[in-house]
């Protein structure tokens, strides 16, 4: 597997995301929540005493929302904005396969997501220096985010390879997501087979749990590797029977 | 060097070209000449690797473009009608970057970005971002885009769009010196932009090539009549008048007086033009008859816009 194509796409990618205000922007909208949310829920007056262990798992609760929407925010312009502004025809006609596109624009995002992520980290340190918490509930917390992160891109990636319109992106990978999100609350109301299908199924809920407590279970990590691989085949498909149309 | 044979495209039910068969020669420049939404730019895209032939077989460079299609694009530069730039890309990013893309080394890249800068004259705008220029910088940077990698077939599609009087000169000047390095293949719909730059064109009308050749070539074929302007200069002691003389020549069909080109009328002061037209070129013979008949032959000259009449003859006949 020659990767040179998808490293030279990265690195255009990410230095759109550092030269655009796009960017910024979205950092500092997750930064700004986190912080806030934070505050609302540990520091403020309504807070209350909490186990240190339970705060924390507030705090990824809180951040692994935001990181889902930030992930949608990130992702939509990938290909549709190539789209829009011709420059597809640049990549259709170079000697660059649709999966190395796909998995260079992919990787830019979540490189640049998982930047924002890390800069929040200064919460969960304030929370150790404070409080009573292992070093390894805050890695496996983080672990998680990455991987909710990398689920939710992969998902824009796809949404963004079916459409030119960047609002329509973001709709599709809404739709997408908030489903998945959806699957969770629907297998506590359904009963069996259909709640374990929709319990296996759902993004976040029982496979978030164990990021959230500092449990790493291997099938959560396999879910959601197995979420961004469907959805980056999918998007390299589609982006395969649009090259030639 | 490009060879299509039978080459169609559909869009759903609407056929956008073809069936078209041609062939191209290593170093012609070809242009594909035809009103909008011929097919010009679904043929060129086509040969770019970026369409794919409903039928037919393309091969460029003996390469088959839909079995061999990443080995073609190496051998390809194409500039589309909008250059493919990133708005957000110092220049010199964007080229090093493509050149990048086209599969070159860094050091490649690293001599050849300063070199195609410099070729299209865009060195001082190198670290301005792309969205910042004017049209006519966009363009030169989709040239030099183009053949970064110095490609064997280059494809500009309407390189002159939108550019101004001077831009579109030394848009020109700039296809004339890559004439030497590559097989180029330029769309327009515009004849002059084609007939200055190509030694060779396609004439396109509803998907389908309806003629080729040299500019001189279908002016010789298409042309159902040839025109021509003389200038004279009628002699004192003539006993006919320039007009009489050249309608007296054989061949001659129709004869028209353009007006005074001097001070007099052209009967017995200043020279007149005359458009002449015949059967066939017949500017030796009326030259002989006029001095014969005692005029002076000031200047003689095939009509101006005469391919433009065969371009609009083919082309727009066939719409109405």
């Known amino acids: 597997m020659n990767l040179r194509a998808t490293g030279i796409i990265f690195r255009r990618e990410l230095q759109t995301y550092v030269r655009s205000p796009m960017g910024y922007i979205v950092a500092a909208v997750v930064l700004l929540l986190d912080g806030v949310f934070f505050y609302a829920t540990a520091l403020g007056p309504e807070a209350g005493e909490r186990l240190s262990g339970l705060v924390l798992a507030g705090f990824f609760y809180n951040a692994s929302g935001l990181t889902a929407v930030a992930a949608v925010a990130l992702s939509i312009r990938l290909i549709a904005e190539e789209r829009q502004t011709g420059t597809q025809l640049l990549l259709d006609t170079s000697p660059v396969r649709d999966w190395e596109i796909v998995l260079g624009k992919f990787l830019s995002a979540l490189a640049f997501l998982s930047a924002i992520t890390v800069a929040t980290l200064y919460i969960p340190l ?26 939710v891109l992969s998902i824009g990636v796809f949404a963004t ?71 980056l085949f999918a998007a390299t498909k589609v982006m395969e029977a649009k090259r030639w149309e | ?20 068969s041609f062939e191209i020669d290593r170093g012609d420049t070809v242009g594909f000449l035809g009103l909008n939404g011929v097919g010009k730019t679904t043929l060129l895209r086509i040969l770019a690797c970026g369409l794919r032939p409903s039928s037919g077989t393309v091969t460029i460079d003996g390469l088959d473009v839909l079995r061999d299609p990443h080995e073609v694009r190496k051998r390809v530069g194409y500039l589309p009608e909008l250059p493919p730039v990133y708005g957000d890309m110092p220049v010199s990013d964007y080229l090093t970057f493509v050149g990048l ?21 865009i060195s001082e705008v190198r670290d301005m971002p792309t969205r910042t220029l004017s049209q006519g910088y966009r363009q030169r940077v989709g040239v030099a885009q183009a053949i970064i990698h110095e490609p064997d077939l280059l494809i500009l599609d309407e390189p002159t769009h939108d550019l101004d009087p001077v831009q579109i000169m030394e848009m020109r000047g700039m296809i004339r010196a890559l004439k030497d390095h590559h097989t180029i293949l330029i769309s327009s719909h515009i004849l002059p932009e084609i007939s200055e730059t190509c030694d060779r064109l396609l004439i396109l009308n509803d ?12 002016s ?90 065969v371009f609009v003859g083919l082309v727009g006949g066939a719409k109405s």
């Not at chain 1, 997408?176 to 299908?197: A, D, K």
């Open chain 1, 161 to 231: 390879s079916v459409t030119r319109h960047q609002l329509v992106a973001a709709a599709i990978a809404a739709v997408i997501t908030g489903v998945m999100f959806l699957f969770w609350e629907l297998s506590q109301i359904v009963g069996p087979p259909l709640s374990r299908v929709f319990a296996a199924f759902a993004i976040h809920g029982r496979h978030f749990a164990g990021f959230l407590s500092g449990l790493l279970h291997l099938r959560d990590v396999v879910y959601y590797l197995a979420v961004t691989y469907f959805f």
């Open chain 2, 1 to 20: 060097m490009v060879q299509l044979t039978d080459v169609t495209k559909y869009y759903g039910r609407k056929r956008a070209l073809g069936p078209v």
């Open chain 2, 220 to 309: 010789e074929r298409l042309m159902m009549s040839r025109r021509m302007a003389v200038t004279v200069r009628a002699g004192a002691g003539a006993a006919q008048t320039p007009e009489a003389v050249i309608t007296g020549v054989e061949g001659v069909t129709r004869v028209e007086r353009a007006g005074a080109a001097g001070r007099g009328d052209g009967d017995d002061a200043g020279p007149a033009t005359y458009r002449v037209e015949g059967a066939a070129d017949l500017r030796a013979t009326v030259c002989r008859a006029l001095v014969e008949a005692g005029h002076d032959v000031i200047a003689l000259n095939r009509a101006e816009r005469e391919l433009e009449r």
């Open chain 2, 207 to 218: 998907g389908e090539i309806v003629a080729s050749g040299s500019e001189a070539e279908l």
């Open chain 2, 101 to 121: 893309l086209k599969g070159m080394s860094r050091e490649q890249v690293a001599r050849r970005v300063p070199e195609v800068e410099e070729y299209a004259r």
């Open chain 1, 126 to 151: 304030l929370i150790l220096v404070n409080g009573k918490i292992a070093v390894g509930h805050i890695l496996i917390g983080y672990l998680g985010l990455v991987l909710l992160g990398s689920a």
